[in-house]
């Protein structure tokens, strides 16, 4: 036994290899030019593929059969070298018939070409399959300039495929963005990541969700996200620190209608070309500001556009970032988010889509106005973290009601092909109805104190 405690990395070779039978042996003695004795029978008779050579050490081994298998045994400081893939742990039991090695205590898969590394308590390697099925705390981390990291109860990863699987309590994290649900899909070849099983994706306080979530990545960062069925979206807006004309987002394909961003240095809301478009179309505009002097807009435009970010405070004193400046809430059969450096760009709600808005004041509260919309399509187009515009498609309705504290009561309802509501500075702006344009206003009054007294309010 004290030899066999002695046995490293040649010896144990030797020992997987050596129960392998007349047929494979002759094989190998017959390999011309002294081929790798991991080679297998078919492989030196020509046509299958080469076999990755697999080698182990560890500081104590040890050789033995059981039920029909030979069964080498390493403990402490276990290293396995599979082609690309590199093994280690506290100990492992290698199985010759079954293919199959155990590892036990601090388990770490990692591969070099395919770029992860996956840790747990307990793995069961596949070598034929390079397949790695791992309990017991299992974390697999997508190495990218943004690393990836999964977790949940159980995980399989198939290297050579890239292909992964996980389940029960899924938790997936890129940058400040967070993922759950209770089943997990990993594609490596699309750069692409399914979340089931009552999937939600999270960025701080806002949500999306769905019956099935697919996470896109490109460039190693986390450019999309999908959700389909039963798709809800909750969304708070806070101003980041890119100034205005890096927050100008670019303009959205197929939307037949230019985006928020107008020509270079020049607020949407006073973009020629958008201008005369409007005047051309069969169109209804709404006055969101009524009785406002035209010099007094273009003011307010210009420096909603320039300000500083964090240059509006709360009660307390913290920037303005750190409160919610708006909230949507938002449903319909498909929706898809759109992120740059992490931060969500745009959303595109299609299929029933319904999209409610609710600008705060600047103490994070709702200031009572509220833009309501369904239609085909909604697109809502932020930058540097505030809600710019909200578009709407196809049999387009809207409602908007004004801010309490700007005196004005009603509600303005609109029905057209298409509807377009800017937002400046966390405020509704501007209303434009194309194609087929309606409008219609019903004034609110607030009810009298006799009418209160009888209703009891």
Same mark, same amino acid.
């Given at each position: ?161 890239d292909f992964g699987e996980a ?107 958008v201008a005369a478009e409007e ?95 369904? /239609? @085909?399509? *909604?697109? #809502?187009?932020?930058?540097?973290? $505030? =809600?710019?515009?909200?578009? +709407?498609? !196809?049999? %387009?309705? &809207? ?16 029905? /057209? @092909?298409? *509807?377009? #509501?800017?937002?400046?500075?966390? $405020? =509704?702006?501007?209303?434009? +109805?194309? !194609?087929? %344009?309606? &409008? ?16 009891? /309010?």
């Amino acid at each position: 036994m004290d030899t066999l405690h002695k046995l490293r990395l040649g010896a144990w070779i030797i020992v997987l290899f050596a129960a392998l039978g007349p047929a494979r042996a002759g094989a190998q003695a017959e390999d011309a030019g002294g081929e790798e004795t991991s080679k297998t029978a078919g492989e030196a008779g020509g046509g299958k593929k080469k076999e990755e050579p697999y080698h182990v050490e560890a500081d104590v081994t040890e050789g033995y059969y059981t039920a029909g298998d030979q069964v080498l045994h390493g403990i402490g400081n276990v290293v396995i070298i599979h082609g690309d893939t590199h093994i280690t742990c506290d100990e492992a039991f290698s199985y010759e018939k079954k293919n199959l090695t155990t590892l036990l205590g601090n388990a770490k898969v990692k591969d070099a070409v395919q770029q992860y590394t996956l840790t747990a308590g307990y793995v069961e390697y596949h070598r034929e399959k390079k397949l790695s099925i791992a309990t017991k705390s299992p974390r697999l981390v997508l190495e990218r300039d943004q690393p990836i990291t999964i977790t949940s109860e159980i995980m399989r990863m198939w290297t050579e495929k890239d292909f992964g699987e996980a389940a029960g309590n899924v938790k997936v994290v890129s940058e400040d963005v967070e993922g759950y649900g209770q089943k997990l899909k990993y594609f490596g070849k699309a750069d692409k990541i399914q979340l089931m099983g009552d999937p939600v994706v999270r960025q701080g306080d806002s949500r999306l969700a769905g019956d099935v979530i697919t996470l896109f990545l490109k460039d190693d960062k986390l450019r999309r996200a999908m959700a389909n069925g039963s798709s809800r979206l909750l969304y708070f807006s806070r101003p980041s620190e890119e100034t205005a004309e890096e927050e100008e987002s670019p303009a959205g394909e197929g939307s037949g209608e230019e985006e928020v961003t107008g020509e270079e240095g020049v607020p949407p809301e006073e973009t020629p070309a958008v201008a005369a478009e409007e005047e051309a179309a069969n169109e209804v505009e709404i006055p969101v500001e009524e009785g406002l002097p035209a010099e007094e807009e273009e003011t307010l435009v210009a420096e909603a556009e320039t300000a500083a970010p964090g240059e509006e405070r709360g009660p307390s004193g913290e920037e303005a970032e750190e409160t919610p400046t708006g909230r949507i809430e938002a449903s319909g059969d498909v929706m898809e988010g759109f992120f740059t450096d992490g931060k969500l760009e745009r959303v595109d709600i299609t299929g029933s889509a319904e999209g409610h808005y609710w600008p705060f004041d600047e103490f994070g509260r709702e200031s009572g106005e509220q833009v309501d919309s369904a /239609g @085909d399509l *909604i697109r #809502v187009t932020m930058a540097g973290g $505030e =809600v710019k515009k909200i578009l +709407v498609e !196809g049999n %387009a309705e &809207g409602v908007y009601r004004p801010a309490r504290a700007e005196g004005r009561s009603g509600v303005t309802r609109t029905t /057209g @092909d298409r *509807i377009s #509501v800017f937002v400046t500075k966390s $405020e =509704v702006r501007r209303i434009v +109805v194309f !194609g087929h %344009a309606r &409008g219609s206003y019903f004034t609110e009054e607030e009810p009298s104190a006799k009418e209160r007294e009888a209703t009891g /309010g």
